[in-house]
T-cell receptor
Framework: KAGVTQTPRYLIKTRGQQVTLSCSPI?????VSWYQQTPGQGLQFLFE???????NKGNFPGRFSGRQFSNSRSEMNVSTLELGDSALYLC???????????????FGPGTRLLVL | AQSVTQLGSHVSVSEGALVLLRCNYS??????LFWYVQYPNQGLQLLLK??????LVKGINGFEAEFKKSETSFHLTKPSAHMSDAAEYFC??????????FGQGTTLQVKP
């Protein structure tokens, strides 16, 4: 099976712009989660989607949003970019349906966003 | 609430030596614990997972971890380090809603 794929891999934007990142989960996986990784804050959970519905949300401002399509592909959007949004954004998919703590998440390679 | 603490942000070992990366967790419910590895410019790769079936968990690439409830620990070990093991390692616990809560990571350096 192909793994989780993310596009683009690298992105450079300027402050105030918006950006959309894409994630394709492992075939058959219906849950997609997004994480932000920065040197200062480490890995932080953004949100999780399951069957096109946001099932869980982290502690990020409303500028961060996401959606999931009927084929389980997911996008996240960041509006009005700030310098502090520079990070590696990781997408993970899991094949379970309960959303419970026992499910294993499989990660993509990430999108590295640089905000100038 | 669940949390994870990784002791030592940087660990250096010689090739062939024992690798020990420390992880302590806090959880109000029986935990599900994970170790992931991240190579430069890559995503996270699952090394192993504890689900309460067995306290000693074997993972990929010769790594294993032992769950010790009395010590609230889940340390990662490998008997003999290879140069290819140099990477960043993350311990994580899942919340009751399934989100992963990560430790700050430990960078493993392997010296020839």
């Amino acid at each position: 099976k192909a793994g989780v794929t993310q596009t683009p891999r690298y992105l450079i934007k300027t402050r105030g712009q918006q950006v959309t990142l894409s994630c394709s989960p492992i075939s058959g996986h219906r849950s997609v989660s997004w994480y932000q990784q920065t040197p200062g804050q480490g890995l932080q959970f953004l949100f999780e989607y399951f069957s096109e519905t946001q099932r869980n949300k982290g502690n990020f401002p409303g500028r961060f949003s996401g959606r999931q399509f009927s084929n389980s592909r997911s996008e996240m959007n960041v509006s009005t970019l700030e310098l502090g949004d520079s990070a590696l954004y990781l997408c993970a998919s899991s094949g379970g349906t309960s959303g419970g703590p026992e499910e294993t998440q499989y990660f993509g390679p990430g999108t590295r966003l640089l905000v100038l | 609430a669940q949390s994870v603490t990784q002791l030592g942000s940087h660990v250096s070992v010689s090739e062939g030596a024992l690798v020990l990366l420390r992880c302590n967790y806090s959880s109000s419910v029986p935990p599900y614990l994970f170790w992931y590895v991240q190579y430069p410019n890559q995503g996270l790769q699952l090394l192993l997972k504890y689900t309460s079936a067995a306290t000693l968990v074997k993972g990929i690439n010769g790594f294993e971890a032992e769950f010790k409830k009395s010590e609230t620990s889940f340390h990662l070990t490998k008997p003999s380090a290879h140069m290819s093991d140099a990477a960043e390692y993350f311990c994580a616990v899942t919340s009751n809603t399934g989100k992963l809560i990560f430790g700050q990571g430990t960078t493993l350096q392997v010296k020839p």
